[in-house]
């Protein structure tokens, strides 16, 4: 592959603004969508030859994803920062194990592959776009809670069955652990299930914790006044809420003849 073609890929893989570079982008959340659903697949039981199907497929999947991954670093203006960007770390780590460790009984490490989740929100939040439509800041943080609350349960349901299916006759599928993780993070706690191994207790315990934290901490966001902010005070620029009547800052009152529109 030339040059020419890895930066022409390049350019596709990062551009939102015209057809082509929206089309990209577009396939390869399909494609990221169809992988999550291969993996939740391959958690069930099938006849011959289905699961042999699922795992080619998974691998084919794996294959794009990490010449997109290389494209992504070679076409990088600076490619240090693109390797150590957050987002791009775990596209790598989620497609891992497929080459690492070969074969569909991997264990915990598939547990991974339901990072490929977060791609929806580097594209939701990060970018503040939808299919090349632009958010508004109020829809990205609304978006943003519920995004927060799946992955959760998501990625936990992973892990929970990757370690707990072995052992834990309750739990045979993605199915059993998504409603398990259900239950305990929301601190429903019908006590049907139960984790049967210290490694299952434990990724209940950090998921509990990480739902206490993000979620309210994201929740407070939406009353930041630089996120449902309309105009600005006239005295010290202070971003105000639509609704608001004080300036934080100054603690100042707001006639309608100090406020301007905010650009």
């Not at 920062?81 to 791009?88: K, L």
């Not at 800041?137 to 992955?151: A, D, G, K």
């Not at 059993?176 to 993070?185: K, P």
């Not at 206490?212 to 600005?232: G, K, M, Y």
Request: charged share 20%; with cysteine; hydrophobic share 45%.
């Amino acid at each position: 592959m030339s040059f020419a073609t890895v930066d022409r890929i390049g350019f596709l893989l990062r551009d939102r603004q015209t057809r082509a570079g929206r089309a990209t982008n577009t396939l390869l959340y399909v494609l990221n969508t169809a992988f999550i659903l291969l993996y939740i697949l391959s958690t069930y039981e099938f006849p011959a030859p289905y699961p042999a199907v699922i795992w080619n497929l998974e691998v084919a999947l794996g294959v794009v994803f990490l010449g997109e991954y290389a494209v992504r670093i070679e076409s990088a203006t600076d490619k240090w920062d693109e390797i150590t960007d957050p987002y791009t770390v775990v596209d790598l780590v989620a497609i891992l194990p497929l080459f690492l460790f070969p074969g569909p009984g991997v264990g915990f490490l598939r547990g991974l592959y339901t990072l490929r989740i977060f791609r929806f929100l580097r594209l939701l939040v990060d970018e503040q776009q939808f299919l090349g439509r632009t958010l508004h800041l109020r829809s990205v943080r609304r978006i943003q809670i519920s995004v927060t609350i799946f992955l959760i349960f998501f990625i936990t349901s992973g892990f929970i069955y990757a370690v707990e299916s072995p052992t834990n006759s309750a739990i045979g599928n993605f199915g059993d652990a998504f409603y398990y993780t259900v239950i305990a993070v929301s601190t429903v706690g019908f006590g049907d299930i139960t984790p049967t191994t210290a490694f299952g207790r434990w990724v209940t315990v950090v998921a509990v914790l990480v739902g206490f934290v993000l979620v309210p901490w994201q929740a407070t966001r939406l009353r930041d006044p630089e996120t449902d902010a309309d105009a600005t005070c006239g005295h010290c620029g202070q971003a105000v809420e639509n609704r608001g009547r004080y300036c934080r800052q100054g603690g100042r009152e707001l006639p309608l003849n100090l406020l301007r529109d905010s650009e």
